[in-house]
C-alpha cells in the first residue's frame, strides 16, 4: 500500500513557515519586545531549542501550550541575560511569554484544523505515518489537536533516539509502513531535514516550500514535487500523487 510520511512541525502546524518566524511575528506585536533585533531573537531562539534537545524539561503529557510556555520562557531568560529587557519587570516578563505563547499556539490550532481536511481525504485512500523531530510529547499534542486518528504509526526522535536529517529516522518510518522505500512519499517542508535525506534512501518527495531558517539554494530538481499544502486537497492533485508510484 502505498504511504505518505509526514513531518509535523512546519509542514501541519505553521504551514511551511520555519517556527522562527511564527515567534518574530509574536514578539514584533508585543509593544514590550517590538524593539529585539532579528540577531538577538535568533540567539534566543536558538537557546531555547538547544536547551530543549539537552534537557528533560518537555515531559509527555505536556501539551502544545505547555510546550510553548516552557519555550518561551527560555527564550526571555535568554534575552535577558542578553540585557535586552532589562526595562520590564518580573510581571510584565510573564505577561510576555503568556503572550507569546498565546499567539503561537492559535497558530498551531488554526492550522492544525486546516491540515486535518487534508489528512482526513488522504486516510481515505492511503496509509499515513508520522515522523517527527520532537520532544517526547507529540502524542499528546496529537491528540490536543485531533489529529492522532489519521496516522497509523509515530516515529519520534526524542523517543527512537535519531534526529532529522540522519535518514535513518525517515528508515524507521519506512519499516513502520511495513512497504518499500520506493512506496513512500516524504511530505516536509525543510529541505535539508526531510527531502534530501529521504531522498537518499529512495522514498518519493514533496516538498512544501515555505520560508526555511536561512535562505539557501536548493536543488530544485532533487523533491518529486513541490507544492502548497493546501493542493493536496484538491481533486486533481490525486493523479499527481499516483503519477509518483513507480
Sequence with gaps: MQTFLFDYGG????????????FKQAYAKNPLTAHITDAQLRQA????????A??????????????LQKKVTIQVSA????????????????????NISDYCNNIAYQTTQNSAQILRYLKQHYQLIMV?????????????????????????????GVR???????????????????????????YNKDIQPADSIGCQTIWFKGKEWQANNFDETLPH????????????????ILSLSP
Excluded at 79 to 98: F, K, P, R
Excluded at 139 to 147: F, G, M, Q, W
Excluded at 167 to 173: F, K, V
Design 79 to 98: 534575552l535577558n541575560e542578553m540585557q535586552i529587557l532589562g526595562h520590564i519587570d518580573t510581571s510584565q516578563c510573564n505577561s510576555v511569554i503568556a
Design 164 to 190: 532529522k536529517p540522519d535518514p535513518q529516522i525517515w528508515a524507521l518510518g519506512v519499516k513502520a509502513a511495513g512497504t518499500d522505500n520506493k512506496s513512500c512519499i516524504v511530505v516536509g517542508d525543510s
Design 54 to 67: 539537552s534537557k528533560r524539561i518537555i515531559v509527555p503529557t505536556d501539551t502544545f501550550h505547555d510546550l
Design 132 to 160: 517527527s523531530n520532537f520532544y517526547g510529547n507529540l502524542t499528546t499534542v496529537l491528540n490536543e489537536y485531533k489529529l492522532i486518528s489519521y496516522f497509523d504509526d509515530i516515529i519520534e526522535s526524542a523517543v527512537v
Design 225 to 240: 514535487m513541490s507544492s502548497h499544502l493546501y493542493q493536496i486537497s484538491k481533486n486533481g492533485i490525486e493523479a499527481d
Design 11 to 22: 509542514t501541519l502546524d505553521t504551514s511551511a513557515i520555519h517556527w522562527y518566524y511564527i
Design 45 to 52: 531562539y536558538v537557546t531555547g531549542e538547544r536547551t530543549l
